[in-house]
């Protein structure tokens, strides 16, 4: 399996502002996300983050809100832009690592009044 | 496209007993199926997987068993401890992975 750190691993915010969060790998992986875990509910993808190219957003979800770069095989940034409270949310980065089996990082915790 | 549904959304059992929670997906094309555990502040940890072309697989106390004709899998806990309290997730991988909405696990010391 890959570690996985994230930064910060949690923020308060004031809305209207914009929050970067950082996702490292220890081992250069060619598929990174981004999944977003609202209070109590479940994991959904917000974006595939693409090494060398613009990231593939899922329905929902677009560039302007969640600009994604991805400069090597094993950094990646989301944004989260002009940010309302119901953007308080948990951020998760996730690579694969196989065919198959996937990881995911610690998450940043987003509260944003 | 993909829909994975999941219960019970919360399950109390006492230590030493066994918990069960079952998925069921919609895409007959999902050909691999993880579970995760969820503890509280942090991120999803995978525990066990199964592929499609395998029916059952266990890994100590945890075991998963995957029926692709009625297209469910189920997770299986024996021996519960304190320590297996989190939110499980169930997920399908077909052309994206598709997480289900969580299983409440607490067993009581």
């Known amino acids: 399996s890959a570690v996985i750190s994230q930064k910060p691993s949690r923020d308060i915010c004031q809305r209207g502002t ?29 974006a595939t983050a693409n090494q060398g190219s613009e990231a593939t957003y899922e329905s929902g979800f677009v560039i302007d809100k969640f600009p994604i770069s991805r400069p090597n095989l094993t950094f990646s940034t989301l944004t989260v832009s002009n940010m309302s409270p119901e953007d308080s949310s948990i951020y998760l980065c996730s690579v694969r690592l196989s065919s198959y089996a996937m990881d995911f990082g610690p998450g940043t915790r987003l509260t944003v009044l | 496209g993909e829909n994975v549904e999941q219960h019970p959304s919360t399950l109390s059992v006492q230590e030493g007993d066994s918990a069960v929670i079952k998925c069921t997906y919609s895409d007959s094309a999902s050909n691999y199926f993880p579970w995760y555990k969820q503890e509280l502040g942090k991120g999803p940890q995978l525990i066990i997987d199964i592929r499609s072309n395998v029916g059952e697989k266990k890994d100590q106390r945890i075991a998963v068993t995957l029926n692709k004709t009625a297209k469910h899998f189920s997770l299986h806990i024996t021996e519960t401890q304190p320590e ?14 598709v997480f289900g909405p969580g299983t409440r696990l607490s067993v009581l010391p």
Not at chain 1, 35 to 44: A, D, E, I, K, V
Not at chain 2, 85 to 95: D, E, I, L, P, Q
Request: net charge positive; glycine share 4%.
């Open chain 1, 18 to 46: 914009s929050l970067t969060i950082q996702c490292q790998v220890d081992s250069q992986v060619t598929m990174m996300f981004w999944y977003r875990q609202q209070p109590g509910q479940s994991l959904t993808l917000i």
């Open chain 2, 84 to 97: 297996d309290s989190a939110v499980y997730f169930c997920a399908a991988r077909g052309k994206n992975f």
